[in-house]
């Protein structure tokens, strides 16, 4: 092929894919600020506690953001040939690549310790679980964890027989969340309401036997290949992208001033 042609082609391909993904960063920077401002509606709807939305809201937005200025630096660079933003783009995307390796190589690594630390949060968030009024987002959280996964505690269902019950209750109490029968909103057609709080305790047949650490296992080992698949996706596209930036940096005209005379 032409040489001129490869460049030409590796303009267009960087420019349109980078087109695409400022498109989708803003959709995602929408959506998340649309949840974030309607957190009650979409509550209402998914039956998800307001903390876990917000959480979920700030995590599109910030997705989006940063796809949105990576879409930005890798269109105008290839487009307008400026050598200054492929370059700052090359080096955010190597950023993030070198961050997601991290982040890889700790979590396998460290995966035992991780394991106990979540282990020990969960513990103490269900010693904290509220007795008397509504509970708090992270407990909330908790709930949808359990409904989800269909699982009850860490290790199980005496994960809350700690729990002290109401006076006058000697078979103590658990998390509504851990019952397997939810109680419909009362609206024909709608979803069920996710159940917080404390009930008293419950005949063990109604109760999710599995602890939700054996939950997460095999939900993880459910969706394995999805996930390694996913995440190797990702990286071969951002090798594949830092690759085709820096051809383009070392390959344009050095003295082709595009910069100051292209706007």
């Excluded at 990576?70 to 961050?99: P, R, T």
Aim: charged share 10%; hydrophobic share 50%; aromatic share 12%.
């Amino acid at each position: 092929m032409n040489p001129k042609s490869c460049l030409g082609f590796a303009k267009c391909f960087l420019f349109l894919f980078n087109l695409f993904f400022f498109a989708l960063g803003s959709l995602l920077l929408a959506f998340g600020l649309w949840v974030l401002f309607d957190r009650q509606s979409f509550a209402a709807v998914l039956g998800s506690p307001l903390y876990s939305l917000r959480v979920w809201s700030y995590i599109f937005s910030g997705i989006g953001i940063v796809t949105m200025l990576l879409g930005f630096l890798g269109c105008l660079g290839a487009l307008k040939e400026v050598k200054a933003m492929l370059l700052l783009y090359f080096g955010i995307l190597l950023l993030l690549f070198a961050a997601q390796i991290t982040v890889a190589v700790i979590v396998y690594t460290q995966r035992v310790t991780l394991a106990a630390k979540v282990a020990t949060y969960v513990q103490e968030l269900i010693r904290g679980y509220p007795a008397q009024g509504p509970p708090g987002d992270p407990h909330e959280s908790w709930d949808a964890v359990q409904q989800q996964l269909a699982c009850c505690g860490w290790n199980g269902p005496q994960d809350w027989n700690r729990l002290d019950g109401p006076p006058g209750d000697g078979d103590g109490v658990i998390a509504c969340s851990c019952l397997e029968a939810l109680a419909p909103n009362g609206t024909h057609g709608s979803p069920p309401a996710l159940p917080h709080g404390l009930c008293p305790m419950a005949a063990s047949q109604d109760i999710f036997p599995m602890g939700c650490a054996e939950g997460v296992k095999g939900w993880l080992a459910e969706n394995l290949v999805t996930v390694v698949g996913i995440c190797l996706g990702i990286g071969l596209l951002e090798l594949c992208l830092l690759m085709l930036s820096m051809f383009l940096v070392r390959n344009l005209d050095p003295d082709y001033e595009k910069l100051l005379r292209g706007f």
